[in-house]
């Protein structure tokens, strides 16, 4: 009775208990830096062109063995590459390295930037600078068929607005389809994919300038009227006058005044 009775567990196992918070903070910061370290692994693979569209990946214990890191380091690694669309994985057979998706790889940086809740203004200046670089290509490039097409979308918008009443979530649906199938023409995967995303992100404003004032609806026509005609003509001068004159009513409408250069 008189003696003292020692701790049940291992003195490293009451180190831990002392020092539990800092143990798993360390232990954490570890399998973020292996995760980190099979995810550049992998992308140094496939950048210096040893890893392929198709190429099959080695299964998780060899992976792990091979770069010195955990099975969960690696089946996280995995997680967050199947996320971005590199690698896909088929049950009973392994992992592979997909053919890539542009759009789905793009996702994660739509909700990035909505949840940083990126300024208007930066919005504005991107749109600017990416709808001048597509019209300028859809001007020297585009067929006559694009162009037909590119005609009736703008016909679609005109009946839309001449509809009473007005159905508003079509009429920007209309809109956006006539600027998507611009950035279409100009057969750069990159560029319509980051075009995408900008439109997304600015088609809620857009949306609430039509809210706002009907007569927006026809300012709109006006403007993709103007665009259609700098194609028409092949006119890259017309063209930048025309993209200047729609984002600055744009602007305007959507009281982006202060951001003027």
């Not at 919005?123 to 590119?150: G, H, M, T």
């Not at 679609?156 to 009473?164: D, T, V």
Request: some cysteine; charged content about 25%.
């Amino acid at each position: 009775i008189g003696q003292t009775q020692s701790f049940p567990f291992s003195d490293d196992f009451f180190n831990f208990l002392l020092h539990n918070k800092q143990s798993l903070a360390s232990d954490k910061k570890e399998r973020e830096s292996a995760q980190k370290h099979v995810i550049n692994y992998i992308k140094k693979e496939i950048m210096e062109g040893r890893l392929q569209a198709g190429d099959q990946l080695p299964n998780e214990y060899d992976l792990a063995e091979q770069l010195g890191v955990s099975r969960d380091s690696v089946r996280e690694a995995i997680k967050v590459l199947q996320s971005y669309g590199v690698i896909k994985i088929q049950r009973g057979d392994g992992m592979y390295i997909t053919k890539g998706d542009l759009l789905k790889t793009l996702e994660p940086l739509l909700f990035s930037i909505v949840l940083s809740k990126v300024d208007k203004s930066e919005i504005y200046k991107l749109r600017c600078s990416l709808e001048q670089s597509i019209l300028n290509e859809v001007i020297e490039n585009a067929s006559e068929s694009d162009i037909q097409y590119i005609r009736s979308l703008i016909e679609e918008m005109r009946q839309l607005y001449s509809q009473k009443p007005q159905n508003q979530d079509e009429f920007v649906k209309s809109d956006y389809n006539f600027h998507i199938e611009l950035a279409k023409i100009t057969k750069n995967n990159l560029l319509q994919g980051l075009y995408s995303i900008i439109l997304c992100l600015s088609f809620p404003f857009i949306r609430q300038t039509y809210e706002s004032n009907p007569c927006n609806h026809s300012h709109a026509l006006e403007d993709h009227e103007e665009i259609l005609k700098a194609i028409e003509n092949r006119d890259l001068l017309l063209g930048k006058i025309a993209i200047d004159i729609t984002l600055n009513h744009w602007m305007q409408r959507s009281e982006l005044n202060n951001i003027k250069d």
